[in-house]
């Protein structure tokens, strides 16, 4: 995944494909109906023009309601309920965007053993990461479009944090003349579950968690995988100084039909860019808790950021009892 520096500062892209923070994403396809559906109305219009067919507006009408109505009956109501409750409760805590591309690897490759997560207070009570093509990242899986999660601190139906897991949005920029419901299905392709605050979170069995959005696109995603590195985040925004920087990513997003947000890049100064992360071995990297919170004090997290074990030094390192992680090359990633 590289930011993009093509004409129009869309920010990242994913594949070649320039791509929006997702927030913002969502908030122009609230107001993208409209548009979509007068472009319907004249591709039917030079459809009919083309074939030689009736083009007065009572038969292009009746075409386009037809289409319309079988694309409307499309989606799930219970899924825009949920992606619009998570963005107003989002903007509610001033729509933090947290661009966490670069340090997200770093971020998977922790971990996290005997840490709950009660007295976690990541900025907000609801923050948005991005963190674009993961270490898991294949394009022959759909799961592999995730490049970013909703945080929400939530007391039902357990008291805990809700993640909620949001895609990519592939052809974006030609969003005007896709129809409505193709627009609607990339925004309800999304799954989520909820952390219980006093659950160890690498001891919890994420087979049994309640999975909410599209159970399809999460059976093909290791939730594990992607618990940890929410998780991770959450730790890492614990510190008693994390990493953060307001960014001049806002100028390279466009913003036009978007709520007022904060974006801010993480992680910029304190790790190392240079590592291939398409075939590596690392010692992975651990959390030391500071100070476990309670009593009104946030939990106060220490990182210590995995790092590269060259080929020569594993064996001694293993040796003496370490730990490492391989990363294998993975198809898909540039």
Same mark, same amino acid.
């Given at each position: ?106 971020? $998977? ?106 159970? #399809? ?43 007022? #947000? ?18 590596? #071995? ?9 100070? $476990? ?42």
């Amino acid at each position: 995944m590289n930011k993009s520096n093509g004409t129009g500062g869309k920010g990242y892209e994913i594949g070649g494909v320039p791509v929006w923070y997702h927030p913002l994403r969502y908030d122009v396809w609230v107001g993208l109906g409209g548009v979509q559906r007068n472009n319907l109305r004249e591709r039917i219009l030079a459809e009919q023009a083309s074939a030689g067919a009736d083009i007065s507006d009572g038969a292009v009408e009746s075409i386009y309601r037809k289409i319309e109505y079988a694309d409307r009956r499309k989606g799930s109501e219970r899924a825009r309920f949920h992606m619009h409750r998570i963005r107003r409760h989002h903007l509610d805590n001033d729509g933090i965007i947290l661009d966490m591309e670069m340090i997200g690897p770093h971020l $998977e490759a922790t971990w996290a053993d005997g840490i709950l997560l009660k007295n976690v207070l990541p900025l907000r009570t609801a923050v948005y990461c991005h963190v674009g093509a993961t270490l898991e990242y294949d394009q022959d899986n759909p799961a592999a479009l995730i490049e970013g999660f909703y945080v929400n601190h939530t007391d039902s139906p357990v008291r805990g944090w809700l993640l909620t897991f949001v895609t990519n949005y592939p052809n974006w920029d030609e969003r005007e003349h896709h129809m409505p419901g193709l627009s609607r299905a990339n925004f309800e392709r999304f799954f989520a579950f909820t952390i219980p605050e006093d659950a160890d979170i690498a001891k919890l069995d994420y087979k049994k968690l309640d999975i909410k959005g599209d159970k #399809t696109l999460a059976k093909r995603a290791s939730l594990w995988h992607l618990a940890r590195l929410a998780t991770n985040a959450m730790l890492y925004l614990s510190r008693s100084r994390p990493d953060i920087q307001g960014t001049m990513s806002a100028f390279r997003v466009e913003t036009a039909g978007t709520k007022r #947000t904060e974006i801010y890049e993480c992680g910029c100064d304190e790790v190392d860019w240079n590592i291939d992360w398409s075939n590596t #071995t690392l010692s992975p990297g651990r959390w030391i808790v500071e100070d $476990e919170g309670g009593e009104g004090r946030p939990l106060v997290t220490r990182w210590i950021p995995p790092k590269v074990v060259r080929l020569e030094n594993k064996a001694g390192y293993l040796k003496e009892g370490g730990k490492v992680l391989d990363f294998p090359v993975v198809r898909g990633r540039g």
